[in-house]
């Protein structure tokens, strides 16, 4: 017998949430169930429910940023056990077997890989996301939140600490080196935090000097208005690493001169058009890159790096009746930093 859950749910093309009951498949040998407590709010599930990146299946709950407890296990299931604090992040299952998932990079899975929500199971079944207080995952998909991390502000680590920390990592973020990260907003944050932790002289930088104490709160040596040209000036040539976690359309010649020789730029935001690029901004043998999450073991790495530096996402929490005022609010700007949804709220009032 299928597990009936309450969620949030869009049910149709520019609706407003609703609380649904959801199906979650029976335990297969290898599956875990897992009692969400805190599902993060993540700018994806809002493009995606407003269909900004094309059309989507109705209804959809959305939801990648999910923490819990296991709850049950299947009969083959070797890596957690009931009462374990487990998150679930962008996926929740590969094929195993490419040379991508053989090399811990599931998120690149040829098969593909599925995603947590607005993708389809291989058995063809519509997965759905974490706005629920029960999801059904194989043991792979899941990883182990460490005692010393709360839940609620572990959860939004599963998709935007392991974006801000996957680039961080593979471009080499450490002491010795300078690092900016453009946007201190959901993910910007915690790439502040990040690199901080793996010892790199770090700088917000966002459009004024309104987040310049938050910055340096958050560990950074210090602050930039993309605003100020001065400022630009001042800092042209002395980065070897910037992070963009924003989704606009940026005059990227401007940041790319803030690029020493060698220096990389990482996008890990998506703006809806492109960006307009100089051959002349790769003179100093510049390079721009992009990143798309991490794999599992990675996922898990991360994790445990935040659990060992005391790195937490910086959040408010709200009901389950709120996610709608959340979801224009995060548009605007208005959060400081991640939103979590209380899970035990959803059908409270319903």
């Excluded at 995952?137 to 182990?144: K, L, Q």
Aim: charged share 20%; net charge negative; hydrophobic share 40%.
């Amino acid at each position: 017998m299928t597990t009936s859950t309450p969620a949030l749910a869009v049910t149709q093309a520019n609706g407003s949430f609703e609380t649904i009951s959801l199906e979650r498949r029976d335990l297969r040998d290898d599956d875990i169930l897992i009692d969400i407590k805190f599902a993060g709010i993540c700018h994806s599930d809002i493009h995606t429910v407003r269909q900004e990146w094309g059309d989507i299946t109705f209804p959809i709950t959305p939801g990648h940023e999910i923490a819990g407890i296991v709850a049950a296990v299947g009969d083959g299931v070797t890596k957690y056990k009931v009462g374990d604090r487990v998150g679930v992040g962008c996926m929740v299952d590969s094929c195993g077997e490419c040379e991508n998932c053989k090399n811990d990079h599931e998120q690149f899975c040829t098969k593909p890989a599925v995603f947590t929500y607005n993708s389809l199971n291989y058995d063809g079944e519509r997965a759905q996301g974490g706005y629920s207080q029960q999801i059904v995952v194989t043991e792979r998909f899941a990883c182990r939140i460490p005692d010393s991390l709360e839940l609620d502000v572990a959860a939004p680590l599963l998709c935007a600490g392991i974006t801000t920390y996957s680039p961080l990592k593979r471009w080499g973020a450490r002491p010795g080196t300078k690092v900016g990260i453009v946007g201190v907003g959901g993910l910007g944050h915690l790439g502040v935090r990040i690199a901080s932790a793996m010892g790199a002289q770090v700088y917000g930088i966002s459009r004024s000097m309104a987040k310049a104490e938050d910055s340096e709160k958050l560990g950074a040596a210090g602050h930039i208005a993309s605003s100020d040209a001065g400022a630009f000036k001042a800092h042209a040539r002395s980065f070897d690493i910037i992070l963009n976690t924003v989704s606009a359309d940026l005059p990227m010649n401007d940041y790319m001169r803030l690029l020493k020789p060698f220096g990389v730029m990482v996008n890990v935001g998506l703006p809806s058009g492109g960006y307009e690029l100089s051959p002349r901004s790769f003179g100093g043998n510049t390079a721009m890159a992009g990143s798309m999450i991490g794999g599992i073991a990675e996922t898990q790495e991360m994790l445990d790096f935040c659990a060992e530096h005391g790195i937490g996402a910086t959040i408010e929490k709200i009901a389950a009746a709120d996610v709608d005022a959340a979801y224009e609010r995060v548009v605007a700007g208005d959060v400081r930093y991640r939103v979590v949804i209380d899970t035990a709220t959803i059908g409270a009032n319903a």
